[in-house]
Nanobody, 126 residues
Framework: QVQLVESGGGLVQAGDSLRLSCTAS????????MAWFRQAPGKEREFVAA????????YYRDSVKGRFTISRDNDKNTAYLQMNNLEPEDTAVYYC???????????????????WGQGTQVTVSS
């Protein structure tokens, strides 16, 4: 059984940092494209960051470039999202996603991922 379990969310002030973790069981993060999406109330789920499986290249949405960093620890079978200089606009539920066959052109599309975590709430106050 495949499980992705996120942790690390919380309530912080603007300018603070958080690190989200996504620990996988039943599959290896080293062989998957790992991604983070987020969904704010009343909005669609949106792409945040991804690390492509084949060579570990990373991709980000424009609004988080320079502030967020996606990484993975293969020994811990865990992916991370380091979020620095958080802004109120970053407030959302953050979801971890994984897929082993996703093609690069679909990396930003939620429909490209077969496995999802339950989400972790990030709230940034101004």
């Amino acid at each position: 059984q495949v499980q992705l379990v996120e942790s690390g969310g919380g309530l912080v002030q603007a300018g603070d940092s958080l690190r989200l973790s996504c620990t996988a069981s039943g599959r290896a993060v080293s062989r998957d494209t790992m991604a983070w999406f987020r969904q704010a109330p009343g909005k669609e789920r949106e792409f945040v960051a991804a690390m492509f499986r084949s060579y570990g290249r990373t991709y980000y949405r424009d609004s988080v470039k320079g502030r967020f960093t996606i990484s993975r620890d293969n020994d811990k079978n865990t992916a991370y999202l380091q979020m620095n200089n958080l802004e109120p606009e970053d407030t959302a539920v953050y979801y971890c996603a994984a897929d082993s066959t996703l093609i690069l052109s679909s990396i930003r599309a939620p429909r490209g991922y077969d496995y999802w975590g339950q989400g972790t709430q990030v709230t940034v106050s101004s």
